[in-house]
């Protein structure tokens, strides 16, 4: 077994495109290999600033001998479509086809070559295959690409591969060798390599680390240990780690001073700037206030960075007085005197404006304040009418990512300045969000119900992979506001009373029975309950099929609620009790479907007579399925779905005894018929619960 390398050598990729590209050359590699009848061990890429690669090691030095079968038309189909099948395959005669099952059959065989001779088309087609979210092409080519390539390093088995990549148009082509180079500016120089081992080590002997990893945990410790030795510590910023491991092969990190003078502006608008427009990383001190910057360089210098230092100080410093003239400019005009402002701000063409939708915000908290969540109901309506004031300011024109924040800062200290900062969060699943009974909360509820109401309105919903304002996150956001803050305050709100709140502004009578906005809250409601969905597999396990019973049911919009009778169902069913009792509903309900067909449909609906119970067993049945249903609904209304499921585990021994002794088709009609009754009223007691014929095997 052999081992291929392979080097694409170039200018700068984009430190957001590295990763990916890496991963999906990789992928069309293997995938190529597959389709040619190489099997390998194992395939990886690995990706710097100026070179993507992949190793693929395990490679046999044969093709497996290949065999195909292709169905062709019917037989007795036209001589039209024969011919054409067999020109499809490269044939001429028709008379080389089989023919049986009553098709023709084309039986493709290759001998197998040598993978030396196989390799340079299948790299050929990865290549080209791979799709970069930008290209460019280059001088007079053909060939588009990230950026120019350079290079092609294609070693296998040790040797160099015979082969070469055309750009087209005319250009220079490139063969393939064994040759890579080092560090752009601190070894240059090219040498060449035989396998993977021998090209990671020359690498990083030329200050190279090629594995993105190891780079990235190699900045970490420089940090940290810049960090600690002036008693402070790195400010976690995972986006920031990934891009810069994008823009360094050697890095080296520097520690920077931050004239004093700056100090008193917010610390994110002084991260943000440093991390927008420099890539610094923020040291802390130790009360969490911003006291040094770090940059991380690409190579080390004679004087130990001191003029790197120096130069960014001065960029940071010219940085800084912009944020601060933004900051001075925009404490003179208060927030309310920004609102009217707004209206020259787009919301969405068919939605109106920013000033609309603060309104529509604003009347949607008034009404969760007076009928839902106590909460002082004018501090969070002033925080509503306040909350995208912040759009006109010039900080936030220059970081749209201080959006809120921002606002936050101008409206002061106090509630409504809290609310403001933080109703846009969650800002993802592992943020903090905001806790109920605080304006905050219920102003993050309103504005990203406001937007799922407006967009689904307009039919602008997600569809596929496509989600372009959002709405699966502002989703979530909803759910995590609802069933987090009920876990931790207790405050339950109907998520249907909510939506009618939200689609209120834009429906010009939403509470009568007007078909648009209830289709409009009914697709919300849908909509809401796939991401609850999502979110209670991801958050909980809980398998689909189990949150689909709780929701089919549509007897409860309490997304709290909802997630605590999932998750007790979901330890049910997982018992042997709940296993045996999920495979007497699903006898239960065979029979009755097979039943049906001979009485017609709704001959079992009636409840079954006590008079007519004739063997101990249906007797006990009967009484286990009275008391059950004399109990549910106190438990569904207290929300103790724990015991209620409990119960129902208790119900198992009835069950089985029944199907064990009671003969249900009894020859007398009547009995026959009390019998089936029966069944159904078990099958309707578990559907009271949830609908239990949603519910999987295993």
Request: with cysteine.
């Amino acid at each position: 077994m052999s081992e291929l390398l392979i080097e694409l050598f170039g200018e700068e990729i984009p430190a957001r495109m590295q990763a990916r590209g890496a991963q999906e050359f990789a992928r069309l590699l293997a995938e190529n290999l597959t389709k040619a009848g190489l099997a390998f061990d194992s395939c990886e890429g690995h990706v710097t600033p100026r070179r993507l690669a992949a190793v693929v090691r395990g490679l046999p030095l044969q093709q497996e001998d290949m065999r195909e079968e292709r169905r062709g038309p019917r037989l007795g189909a036209p001589d039209a479509a024969v011919t054409g099948f067999v020109g499809s395959l490269g044939m001429t005669d028709p008379g080389q086809l089989q023919q049986r099952d009553g098709y023709y059959w084309a039986v493709i065989e290759r001998k197998g070559q040598a993978t030396l001779d196989a390799l340079p088309g299948l790299i050929d087609a990865a290549i080209r295959g791979l799709v970069w979210p930008k290209s460019m092409r280059f001088a007079d080519g053909e060939f588009m690409w990230v950026r120019p390539l350079h290079s092609i390093l294609a070693i296998f088995d040790g040797q160099a591969l015979a082969g070469r990549f055309s750009f087209g148009g005319g250009q220079p082509d490139l063969t393939y060798g064994d040759v890579t180079y080092g560090h752009r500016f601190m070894a240059p120089g090219a040498f060449r390599v035989s396998s993977f081992a021998e090209y990671k080590k020359g690498l990083y002997d030329a200050h190279v680390i090629l594995d993105r990893d190891e780079r990235k945990a190699e900045i970490l410790r420089q940090l940290n240990e810049a960090a600690a030795k002036l008693g402070l510590t790195v400010k976690e910023d995972i986006g920031l780690l990934e891009e810069v491991t994008g823009l360094v092969e050697w890095p080296v990190a520097y520690v920077g001073m931050i004239d004093a003078a700056f100090l008193e502006l917010p610390i994110e608008v002084l991260v943000t700037s440093m991390r927008t427009h420099q890539k610094y990383f923020a040291l802390l001190d130790k009360q969490g206030k911003l006291a040094r910057f770090a940059v991380v360089a690409n190579r080390t210098t004679r004087d130990g960075g001191q003029k790197v230092v120096a130069g960014n100080e001065r960029v940071l410093r010219a940085r800084l007085s912009d944020a601060r003239f933004f900051w001075e400019q925009d404490l003179k005009i208060p927030l309310s005197q920004r609102v009217d402002d707004l209206r020259n701000v787009t919301f969405h063409a068919k939605l109106g404006t920013m000033w609309d939708k603060t309104q529509r915000v604003e009347r949607i908290v008034r009404r969760l304040a007076n009928d839902i969540v106590p909460v002082q109901t004018e501090a969070a309506c002033q925080a509503a009418t306040l909350a995208k004031a912040d759009l006109t300011t010039g900080m936030v024109g220059e970081f749209p990512e201080l959006q809120g924040i921002m606002g936050g800062y101008y409206a002061g200290q106090g509630e409504v300045g809290a609310a403001i900062r933080d109703h846009y969060r969650p800002l993802g699943p592992d943020d903090d969000i905001s806790t109920l009974p605080a304006s905050s909360a219920i102003l993050a509820l309103a504005d990203k119900l406001d937007s799922l109401a407006g967009f689904f309105s307009i039919n602008e919903k997600p569809t596929g992979s496509k989600d372009p304002y959002a709405l699966r996150r502002a989703a979530l956001g909803v759910i995590r506001l609802l069933i987090e803050n009920q876990a931790m305050s207790g405050i339950r709100v109907p998520l249907g009373q909510l939506l009618a709140y939200a689609v209120h502004g834009y429906c010009a009578d939403p509470e009568s029975s007007d078909s648009a906005a209830l289709s409009v809250r009914e697709s919300l409601l849908d909509f809401i309950f796939d991401r609850l969905a999502v979110y209670l597999r991801e958050k909980q396990g809980t398998r689909y099929d189990i949150v689909e019973a709780v929701f089919s049911l549509r007897q409860e919009d309490d997304l709290g609620r909802i997630r605590a009778r999932a998750q007790a169902l979901s330890e049910f069913v997982g018992t042997p009790d709940g296993e045996n009792l999920l495979a007497a509903y699903r006898r239960a309900n065979n029979i009755l479907t097979i039943e049906h067909k001979k009485d017609g449909g709704g001959a079992f609906v009636a409840e079954p007579e006590e008079s007519l119970l004739q063997e101990t067993e249906e007797k006990a049945l009967f009484a286990a399925l009275t008391a059950f249903r004399n109990a549910a609904p106190s438990w569904l209304e207290s929300g103790q779905y724990q015991p209620m499921m409990q119960a129902m585990a208790q119900m198992r021994g009835a069950v089985d005894a029944f199907f064990k002794n009671v003969k249900v088709n009894a020859d007398e009609p009547a009995l026959r018929l009390n019998r089936l009754r029966l069944l159904r009223a078990l099958i309707a007691t578990a559907d009271g619960v949830a609908d239990f014929s949603k519910i999987q095997e295993g």
